[in-house]
């Protein structure tokens, strides 16, 4: 019999990737305090964050995740306004970053937690470039305001790692959870079934 999966995300990147491993889910967002804590370092910060929102909303297996964007320890979140998004990006121009996901699930009395990291090379940005893309609106919501899955591709130049991942939710570690919590993956619906 089918556990019933909750996604504890208000994320439509995560429900998209999550519905790519063919589970039925439902969406439930959680409220917790996403802050840094002072000296955290980014791996704790998203398998703590990730945890809380797996800890917070009721489900017989609930997935919660965390993503952040890390350069030279610093760890950048979503941007507050569009001049924070516009300072992330100068800071990033040039520079390799990882991008870390926790990735938590809960059922039963267990919690299980997982990390994934990619390094990504970004191409040296410049202010008309910047504007550019910080015009399209695609920021706002995105840990180190950018967006692999949309135009955010073009300020890539090269990534080692799970591009899901940059997106918000690593699948392969997201599957292994799952399927050790009892969560039956399935072909997704666009999939060819035999």
């Given at each position: ?41 980014a ?15 009721d ?20 941007p ?10 100068r ?63 073009g ?35 666009g999939?060819?079934?035999?």
């Open positions: 019999m089918d556990k019933q999966l909750v996604l504890a995300s208000g994320s439509p990147r995560r429900k998209e990737l999550l519905s790519h491993l063919g589970v039925d889910f439902i969406v439930r967002v959680p409220e917790i305090n996403e802050s840094v804590q002072k000296g955290e370092l791996d704790r910060y998203v398998q703590r964050i990730a945890s809380a929102k797996a800890a917070a909303v489900g017989e297996v609930v997935l919660g995740a965390d993503t952040c964007v890390v350069l030279n320890g610093k760890i950048y979140g979503k507050v306004d569009l001049e924070h998004a516009k300072t992330m990006l800071e990033l121009s040039g520079e390799v970053h990882q991008v870390v996901t926790g990735v938590s699930v809960r059922f039963r009395d267990q919690l299980l937690v997982a990390l994934a990291r990619t390094r990504v090379e970004f191409v040296s940005l410049d202010q008309h470039l910047i504007d550019w893309y910080l015009g399209l609106g695609e920021s706002s919501d995105k840990a180190g305001a950018y967006a692999l899955q949309g135009a955010g591709s300020l890539v130049k090269a990534i080692d790692g799970s591009p899901s991942n940059v997106i918000g939710l690593p699948l392969a570690e997201t599957a292994d959870l799952l399927t050790e919590a009892g969560v039956e993956l399935r072909p997704s619906a999939s060819n079934r035999p």
